[in-house]
């Protein structure tokens, strides 16, 4: 049974860090494409973070190039999300997505971000 598990979301005040986790089984992970996606109320959902199969190359949006980090544990199946200096319009539903010939989408996690 295929199953993509984020965690690690909550509320956190502006300038604040959290880390997203997102625990894959039932697949390859170390052969796929692994994302982070993000959807806040009333918007579209927007690509966040994307990393290779093998971690060597990542990319970001423009809007948390610099404050967020893409990274992953093949080894332990999971992605990670390190967002620093966090900002309200980060604020969302943060769902992680796993990619190659299929395409895989976990629940999500909601981050917060208020004062």
């Known amino acids: 049974q295929v199953q993509l598990v984020e965690s690690g979301g909550g509320l956190v005040q502006p300038g604040g860090s959290l880390t997203l986790s997102c625990a894959a089984s039932g697949f390859g992970f170390s052969t796929y494409i692994m994302k982070w996606y993000r959807q806040a109320p009333g918007k579209e959902r927007e690509l966040v973070a994307s990393?290779?199969?093998?971690?060597?190359?990542?990319n970001y949006a423009d809007s948390v190039k610099g404050r967020f980090t893409i990274s992953r544990d093949n080894a332990k199946r999971t992605a990670y999300l390190q967002m620093n200096g966090m900002k309200p319009e980060d604020t969302a539903l943060y769902y992680c997505?796993?990619?190659?010939?299929?395409?895989?989408w976990g629940r999500g996690t909601q981050v917060t971000v208020s004062s």
């Open positions: 990393i290779t199969s093998n971690g060597g190359s990542t």
């Open positions: 997505n796993a990619l190659r010939h299929m395409n895989y």
